[in-house]
């Protein structure tokens, strides 16, 4: 109960849990890890932050995420014109697998839709990025959008779709595109907090991020290579022995690598067994992006499920979904030890 604060700190969390087969179980807990992640809390189309007039009467017609292009959603695509939206990992998997469908049914056009500027940034630091792949990755598609394979429009926050027949016309202000057959929404994620409603937070409202973390990763100052070191006294909520780690730590920020979570949950253990020593020595060294200045930061995913170039083509990486789903928390007088740690996955967790 949010409202109660007597004996607080000494009662133990209650998790209201639902297993994939529906049953229903609630579990006790002395403190809760929330690694759940942002992998199912997609932001919207709309350029608002909000789903744009008519996204969502034409849901069925929109992708949030990585499609199987060439794979189980090739019909979906083959032969189509896709419209992308999004500038960062997610939007570039999906453009090079456009294209290589593009290659084997050549009706298949692309068009992507950014919200600001095609500058360098976009692409990424190249070879100067500590993680080749992630830089190679930009270089793909840079080479697609100068070889005419991608037609790009710059400045493209997308305000309202409209049904046309079969097909969606898509405005961007006062521009008008299209019509296209399927959209590809690649604009980043958001973390779910409406199962955390009965826990005291203390969040930042612009980033909904850990108060004390947020102006750490605000990606209009820092690219995942510049954040500092932080660990369980930066992660800390109002609500004792509770802490939100990985992705969904972060927020809204785009700016997460799986070595800052594996880092932050070593911290956040080591303070639950009462060594916060071990706690704050927090030991961090990201590989910088290559990219001079993040004033144009990503407004898709972060880039850290990229594969190997030379074997398959880019797709979704997406490890460790769990077989339960936490469905509330709150707390309950009776004192129950125990560590109850949710899932995480690639990059989103």
């Known amino acids: 109960d949010k409202l109660k604060t007597a004996r607080r700190e000494s009662a133990p969390f209650v998790l209201h849990v639902r297993s994939a087969s529906g049953d ?27 789903p744009a007039p008519g996204e969502r009467d034409l849901a069925r017609r929109l992708w949030y995420g990585i499609p199987d292009v060439l794979g189980t959603h090739h019909s979906r695509y083959a032969g ?20 290589k469908l593009a290659g084997q049914e050549p009706e298949t056009r692309v068009i992507w839709t950014i919200r600001g500027t095609l500058d360098h940034r976009v692409f990424g630091g190249g070879e100067a990025d500590q993680l080749p792949e992630r830089g ?29 027949g079969d097909r969606i016309t898509v405005y961007t202000g006062e521009r008008t595109l299209g019509p296209v057959d399927e959209i590809v929404v690649t604009a980043g994620f958001r973390p779910d907090l409406s199962f955390l409603s009965e ?13 004390s973390l947020a102006p750490l990763i605000d990606p209009n100052v820092h690219s995942c290579g510049t954040v500092r070191p932080h660990g369980a006294v ?45 706690a704050r020595e927090v030991r961090l060294v990201l590989p910088e992006t290559g990219v001079c200045g993040t004033s144009s930061p990503s407004d898709s995913g972060v880039p850290c499920c990229i594969p190997d170039l030379e074997e398959a083509t880019p797709s979704p990486l997406l490890i460790g979904q769990a077989a339960t789903t ?15 740690t949710a899932s995480s996955g690639c990059c989103n967790g």
């Open 199 to 211: 826990l005291r937070l203390g969040l930042d409202p612009a980033l909904e991020a850990p108060t």
């Open 234 to 278: 930066e992660l800390a909520h109002p609500e004792p022995d509770f802490y939100i780690a990985g992705m969904k730590s972060y927020g809204r920020a785009p700016t997460f690598l799986l070595l800052t979570g594996y880092e932050q949950v070593r911290s956040i253990a080591a303070a639950l067994a009462g060594d916060w020593e071990a």
């Open 24 to 50: 229903e179980a609630q579990i006790l807990a002395r403190a809760v890890i929330d690694a759940s992640g942002t992998w199912t809390s997609p932001n919207p189309l709309g350029a608002s932050g909000l």
């Open 80 to 99: 189509k014109t896709t419209l992308v939206a999004g500038r960062g990992a997610s939007a570039f998997n999906t453009l090079i697998d456009l294209v």
């Open 326 to 340: 936490v469905l509330a928390g709150a707390r309950e007088r009776r004192r129950q030890p125990g560590l109850v």
């Open 136 to 164: 190679a990755l930009g270089q793909w598609v840079r080479r697609l959008v100068e070889g005419g394979k991608v037609q790009v429009y710059e400045h493209a926050g997308v305000t309202r779709l409209e049904r046309a």
